[in-house]
């Protein structure tokens, strides 16, 4: 069965500085994998996808994540960040077969970002 | 905004009870799916139609039941509540082909919070 673990439960940073949100995964095969967040009270949207196109991913307000297999990880970074920031992230893996298809998700990080 | 609508948004009922959660996928996705959120159990899939089918199953209980009617909107029907049942449950959406790309992304709702007291 595949699987994520995300290293942290809890990231505090400060407005500006980098994010680095960690998650390894576990799959007997290349993986799809995902990041996905959810603002307080709200849904999950999807912040970007890894289907073994291009090891490097870019994603929307301005994350991106990097695929090592030799490390079996799919950490998430942003360059500086904002206080819109502040939410919880979930690292998923697909499991997939044919048109039968479910996503594992991790136990989230949530971001605090400070002043 | 996703696409994918839910209602309602909010239901609080009494144990024992029956209530119906009801999706509405994005146009054109053939698939729906149904996780629940909880704080003891975080995010964990239930089930998934794809066109009308069940698909796959996660860690559904007997006490709720799936179906995806012909014009493709899917209701979770969750029976004999308990306490434990109170929880956020997100319908989600996707193209879900015979190929991968595109057809693994799923596009969630806003979600139902269910409330059983």
């Known amino acids: 069965a595949q699987s994520v673990t995300q290293l942290d439960s809890h990231v505090s940073v400060s407005e500006g500085t980098p994010v680095l949100l960690r998650c390894n995964y576990s799959?007997?095969?290349?993986?799809?994998l995902f990041w996905y967040v959810q603002h307080p009270n709200k849904g999950l949207q999807l912040l970007l996808k890894?289907?073994?196109?291009?090891?490097l991913v870019k994603g929307i307000n301005g994350f991106e994540a990097e695929f090592k297999k030799s490390e079996t990880s799919f950490h998430l970074t942003k360059p500086s960040a904002h206080m819109s920031d502040a939410a919880e992230y979930f690292c998923?893996?697909?499991?997939?077969?044919?048109?039968?298809?479910?996503?594992?998700f991790g136990t989230g990080t949530r971001l605090q970002v400070t002043l | 905004d996703s696409g994918v609508t839910q209602t309602p948004k909010h239901l609080i009922t009494a144990t024992g009870q029956r209530v119906t959660l009801r999706c509405s996928p994005r146009s054109g996705d053939l698939s729906v799916y149904w996780y629940q959120q909880s704080l003891d159990q975080g995010l964990q899939f239930l089930i998934q139609?794809?066109?009308?089918?069940?698909?796959a199953k996660g860690n559904i209980l007997e006490r709720f039941s799936a179906q995806q009617f012909p014009d493709l909107h899917s209701e979770l029907n969750l029976s004999s509540l308990e306490l434990g049942d109170s929880a956020l449950y997100f319908c989600a959406s996707s193209a879900a082909g015979l190929a991968g790309g595109r057809s693994d992304t799923q596009y969630f709702g806003p979600g139902t919070r269910l409330t059983v007291l």
């Open positions: 799959s007997s095969y290349s993986p799809s």
């Open positions: 890894y289907t073994s196109a291009a090891t």
């Open positions: 139609y794809y066109n009308g089918e069940e698909r």
């Open positions: 998923v893996v697909s499991d997939r077969t044919g048109t039968a298809s479910k996503l594992t």
